[in-house]
């Protein structure tokens, strides 16, 4: 078993990372400090309404806390962003934060990039219809910006980032058939990573959010950009993360909540740990592709391609599978020849013990038609840029890829 340490602070790009149990108490202190009054908390629904979860963090801001907004859903639209800012404005709030899985840490985030940006909805929509919207706020000063605090409480990988797209034109609206997104660069001042909350949280909603979170540690040493500090806490992650899951929300869990804090704190520290200088790329690039198509959650879609993944890259390049296997605990010596198989049954193995979907065919909202439409899209996808040197990937073969997950 690896150990963790009880509790930590570590200052990453600007972002205070305060990790510990029990240490949303200090959410108060924390802004004081920081000069900030009035914090108005933005979650989902269900999150709003669960007050285990939810009464440490109104102890912890004490008389700092301005008000909750729990009107966050999955599809990040824009108009819940707005609806933020408004409530800002309606209690006076000069921070936020954000509570729960990506979707409220993402609108939390992007909230703060509109507000700074000052443009309207409205102006918003007009600029995606012209083809016009590009990164918010650009040219403001970071410190324009209302300060983001997140409190994550899923595997999904997402506090530690400045980014998160927001819908600001639905399909039918757009002139491509396509949702339009918007995002802005609004790094969080802190993350509080209280293994407690996450307890909180129903294992059905953490096992769905693990494998986007795992996968950012199966990217980040294949990625052409990956360096050497990339590559050690992608692989300490990896090996606290393959580890803990299962015994956190898969069959090794024994129960409908969490039945081991060991294991939870290993989980947590590594999901924090493979967001560090993470490098997401082919796989984060067939989520995207599936995203444009349906209104799906990524992490299902990751869980049923990413061996297949795998092996297409393994099949054409190194893509640095003996560090992978590190992280996966596989010993590596002298197997040179079986290392690529031996990555893809671990995360095979690993997948179906949080009984994630394995094949794209269970997912509800695919169709086997689309696959040469998603393919196009995957390929396109930004971080295909970050794919392994050497790989030339096309349509034709993601497709094939596709054909196999399903």
Do not use: W
């Given at each position: 078993?690896?150990?963790?340490?009880?509790?930590?602070?570590?200052?990453?790009?600007?972002?205070?990372?305060?990790?510990?149990?029990?240490?949303?108490?200090?959410?108060?202190?924390?802004?004081?400090?920081?000069?900030?009054?009035?914090?108005?908390?933005?979650?989902?629904?269900?999150?709003?309404?669960?007050?285990?979860?939810m009464e440490p963090i109104r102890d912890g801001l004490g008389d700092r806390l301005a008000g909750v907004f729990d009107g966050t859903t999955p599809?990040?639209?824009?108009?819940?962003?707005?609806?933020?800012?408004?409530?800002?404005?309606?209690?006076?709030?000069?921070?936020?934060?954000?509570?729960?899985?990506?979707?409220?840490?993402?609108?939390?985030?992007?909230?703060?990039?509109?507000?700074?940006?000052?443009?309207?909805?409205?102006?918003?929509?007009?600029?995606?219809r012209d083809g016009e919207v590009d990164s918010l706020a650009a040219d403001r000063d970071p410190d324009d910006r209302p300060p983001v605090v997140v409190i994550p409480?899923?595997?999904?990988?997402?506090?530690?980032?400045?980014?998160?797209?927001?819908?600001?034109?639905?399909?039918?609206?757009?002139?491509?058939?396509?949702?339009?997104?918007?995002?802005?660069?609004?790094?969080?001042?802190?993350?509080?990573?209280?293994?407690?909350?996450?307890?909180?949280?129903?294992?059905s909603a953490?096992?769905?959010?693990?494998?986007?979170?795992?996968?950012?540690?199966?990217?980040?040493?294949?990625?052409?950009?990956?360096?050497?500090?990339s590559d050690a806490t992608a692989v300490h992650g990896l090996r606290l993360l393959t580890d803990a899951l299962p015994r956190v929300v898969g069959d090794d869990a024994g129960g409908t909540e969490a039945s081991d804090p060991e294991a939870m704190d290993r989980a947590v520290?590594?999901?924090?740990?493979?967001?560090?200088?993470?490098?997401?790329?082919?796989?984060?690039?067939?989520?995207?592709?599936?995203?444009?198509?349906?209104?799906?959650?990524?992490?299902?879609?990751?869980?049923?391609?990413?061996?297949?993944?795998?092996?297409?890259?393994?099949?054409k390049v190194d893509a640095s599978r003996d560090l992978l296997a590190t992280g996966l605990g596989i010993d590596p010596e002298g197997r040179s020849d079986e290392v690529a198989e031996a990555v893809v049954e671990r995360v095979a193995e690993f997948r179906d013990a949080l009984g994630a979907p394995a094949r794209l065919r269970d997912l509800p909202e695919t169709q086997r038609e689309d696959l040469p439409a998603i393919a196009e899209f995957v390929v396109d996808d930004p971080p295909m840029a970050r794919a392994p040197e050497g790989l030339d990937p096309t349509a034709e073969a993601i497709e094939a890829v596709l054909r196999e997950a399903w």
């Open positions: 078993m690896l150990p963790v340490a009880d509790d930590f602070e570590y200052e990453y790009r600007g972002c205070d990372i305060v990790y510990g149990r029990g240490c949303v108490d200090r959410l108060g202190a924390y802004l004081a400090d920081r000069g900030l009054e009035r914090a108005l908390v933005v979650c989902g629904s269900n999150v709003g309404a669960n007050d285990d979860l599809d990040k639209r824009a108009e819940s962003a707005f609806e933020v800012i408004d409530a800002m404005r309606d209690r006076d709030a000069d921070a936020l934060v954000g509570v729960g899985g990506g979707s409220s840490l993402d609108i939390a985030r992007q909230a703060s990039a509109f507000a700074a940006d000052g443009r309207s909805l409205a102006d918003l929509r007009t600029a995606a409480t899923t595997f999904a990988g997402a506090d530690v980032s400045a980014g998160g797209s927001i819908e600001v034109l639905p399909a039918d609206e757009s002139p491509t058939g396509h949702p339009v997104s918007a995002r802005g660069s609004a790094m969080p001042v802190a993350d509080f990573a209280d293994p407690e909350l996450f307890e909180t949280t129903p294992t953490l096992a769905g959010s693990a494998m986007n979170g795992f996968d950012k540690g199966i990217e980040t040493p294949y990625a052409r950009d990956a360096d050497p500090v520290v590594g999901s924090l740990l493979v967001q560090l200088d993470r490098k997401v790329s082919v796989v984060h690039a067939f989520g995207h592709g599936f995203a444009r198509r349906y209104d799906i959650q990524q992490g299902a879609v990751h869980a049923a391609v990413v061996p297949h993944v795998l092996r297409y890259l393994f099949s």
